[in-house]
């Protein structure tokens, strides 16, 4: 490979923005990755810091996995416990209380496996 803009000179990588072989001369730093200089050096810093706040969302959006994952079970274990601790008074409604506690605690197990993924 070589440089677009020298072919006669070895590319040392390539512009992140339009793919083309850029030699030392040619490839301006841009965050971690290569840019023509001059040219797309804003467009490839533009992108390295969209990437960076995609990042910075996905590791917000895992931590609120884990919020909701603490949330759900205990909430959850209330309603559960509740519902069984009454269930001899309340009956069917102690039932309903026992059904909500455990479909929370099924949202706590999805938040808590879709928490794994971000790790
Ligand atoms: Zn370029
Ligand atoms: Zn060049």
Not at 56 to 68: F, K, L, T
């Amino acid at each position: 490979m070589v440089c677009f803009y020298h072919p006669d000179k070895p590319a040392v990588g390539l512009c992140k923005y339009c793919q083309r072989g850029l030699c030392t001369e040619c490839a301006a730093s841009a965050g971690d990755s290569l840019a023509c200089t001059d040219l797309h050096e804003e467009q490839v810093r533009a992108m390295e810091a969209l990437m960076k706040r995609n990042l910075v969302q996905a590791q917000r959006a895992g931590s609120d996995y884990v919020r909701n994952t603490i949330f759900y079970g205990v909430v959850g274990a209330l309603f559960t416990a509740f519902g069984a601790s009454q269930l001899n008074w309340l009956g069917l409604q102690a039932v309903v209380y026992m059904l909500i506690g455990v479909a929370l605690l099924w949202a706590a197990l999805a938040n808590y496996l879709e928490s794994r993924k971000y790790k």
